[in-house]
């Protein structure tokens, strides 16, 4: 016949603390990981938005009759898509080139939008600037030659 050992006595200072490092843990790996996240989601919107906004902003400037129209309409075009997606208008620049003479049927017209991306959760103030990356886009579009 067997012997049974007698049951052992189970620490109870230890018990839990498993739990307690486990969410401890947790939250200290998962934080970086959700903030990188984030900001990769931050800088992909960005890209988003300013090719959207450099494709649209060549296509209104070809379709204008006189070049300070033109222009305008670009401007206005660019910092409404990028309006769109959420960013200020203030941190993007938007510049113009044509080969050849601007409006001239069959010149190329060349639309280069730059935006800096500011880090999410980052406060921006006085001094304080919190973009990550500048993302730029360019599109270029042919005036046609029958408008």
Known sequence: MRRSRPPQRINNEESGSAVVEFVFLGLLLLVPVVYFVLTLSQLQAGSFAVVGAADQAAKVYVSKESVPDAAAGAQRAALLVLNDFGFDAAAAEVQIRCSGECLAPGSGVTVEVRLGVQLPLMPSGAGVSGSAISVDASA????????
């Open 140 to 147: 270029t579009q042919l005036v046609e030659r029958y408008r």
